[in-house]
């Protein structure tokens, strides 16, 4: 099975994704860490080329990570939103959207966030407000994914409520 982890930035797709492999054993691929090993550092990247240069190249990498029968994937928090990805991965496995509060995200933004090239250099209101901005577009895309799962616990809570969903054994509890 497929399965596609999707959610804003900074909502725990990265680090929910690694622990629901290490509890399943299933292989795990994290599409900005894929294209970093391609590019290297994103944010210098996307400086100089563009997100829409970026955009591309999530969309090959996606593309590979579809031809493949089981994959765990960590997507970024634009890769629904480009092109046909959304389509493609609801048609090619499951998408679980990690549903967290905009406060918590901007909580998380402002302590994590700085290296995001769509929140780079911002801070306070500006910050608020440019998250408020991409959730407004972005929220019903995600709502478009097969299942949802409020991720407000640790990322092995989330991880075990994706296994459950996905009906993986978890070797280890």
């Given at each position: 099975?497929r399965?596609f982890?999707?959610?804003?930035?900074?909502?725990?797709?990265?680090?929910?994704?690694?622990e629901l492999?290490?509890?399943?054993?299933?292989?795990?691929?994290d599409?900005d860490r894929?294209?970093?090993h391609?590019?290297?550092p994103?944010?210098?990247w996307?400086?100089?080329?563009?997100e829409?240069?970026?955009r591309a190249?999530?969309a090959?990498v996606?593309?590979?990570?579809l031809?493949?029968?089981?994959?765990?994937?960590?997507?970024?928090?634009?890769?629904?939103?480009?092109a046909?990805?959304?389509?493609?991965?609801?048609?090619?496995?499951?998408v679980?959207y990690?549903?967290?509060?905009?406060?918590?995200?901007v909580e998380?933004?402002?302590?994590?966030?700085?290296?995001?090239?769509?929140?780079?250099?911002l801070?306070?209101?500006a910050?608020e407000?440019r998250?408020h901005?991409l959730l407004?577009?972005?929220k019903p895309?995600y709502h478009?994914?097969?299942?949802?799962?409020?991720?407000?616990?640790?990322?092995?809570?989330?991880?075990l409520?994706?296994a459950?969903l996905?009906?993986?054994?978890?070797y280890?509890?």
């Amino acid at each position: 099975m497929r399965v596609f982890i999707i959610g804003f930035m900074c909502s725990g797709k990265s680090a929910v994704g690694r622990e629901l492999a290490k509890l399943t054993g299933r292989k795990f691929t994290d599409i900005d860490r894929a294209i970093e090993h391609r590019i290297g550092p994103l944010l210098p990247w996307v400086q100089q080329n563009g997100e829409a240069a970026f955009r591309a190249m999530e969309a090959e990498v996606l593309g590979g990570l579809l031809q493949e029968e089981e994959v765990l994937v960590a997507c970024g928090g634009g890769t629904p939103m480009g092109a046909d990805n959304m389509d493609r991965m609801l048609h090619a496995g499951k998408v679980v959207y990690l549903d967290v509060e905009k406060p918590v995200l901007v909580e998380r933004a402002k302590r994590v966030g700085g290296d995001r090239p769509l929140l780079f250099g911002l801070k306070d209101a500006a910050l608020e407000t440019r998250i408020h901005e991409l959730l407004e577009v972005r929220k019903p895309v995600y709502h478009r994914a097969h299942w949802h799962v409020a991720a407000t616990g640790t990322p092995r809570d989330t991880a075990l409520k994706i296994a459950d969903l996905a009906g993986w054994a978890v070797y280890e509890r």
